[in-house]
């Protein structure tokens, strides 16, 4: 069974690096097939896909988010990290790592889930 947990800063100052840490258990975030995800959702909106990390490592973003966004991992941990950079009040949102079977932007194909964390950015 595979499980993820987020893990991180729940107060982020503006202008400073949003950094979030999921760690995976269950599977290995090298095996071929799967791409780990984060998802966010704002206060009142719907939810964000932000980007993913292939098992080969290979990484893809939410276009409106590419310029300020990285994804890391370090296999030795089976972690991956969300980095995003000049933090805004605007990334206020619950943050999501997700696994799923395709390079996909939708996210309705993701289909394990971390239990979500509070992030605010706020002085």
């Known amino acids: 069974q595979v499980q993820l947990q987020e893990s991180g800063p729940g107060l982020v100052k503006p202008s400073q690096t949003l950094s979030l840490t999921c760690s995976v258990s269950?599977?290995?975030?090298?095996?071929?097939?799967?791409?780990w995800s984060w998802i966010r959702q704002p206060p009142g909106k719907g939810m964000e896909w932000i980007g993913y990390m292939a098992s080969n490592a290979n990484t893809y973003y939410n276009p409106s988010l590419k310029s300020r966004t990285a994804i890391s991992r370090d296999t030795s941990k089976n972690q991956f990290t969300l980095w995003l950079y000049s933090a805004t009040p605007e990334d206020t949102a619950v943050y999501y790592c997700?696994?799923?079977?395709?390079?996909?932007?939708?996210?309705?194909?993701?289909?394990?889930w971390g239990q979500g964390m509070q992030v605010t950015v706020s002085s």
């Open positions: 269950g599977e290995s975030i090298t095996t071929t097939g799967y791409f």
């Open positions: 997700a696994k799923g079977n395709l390079p996909s932007t939708v996210i309705a194909d993701y289909d394990t």
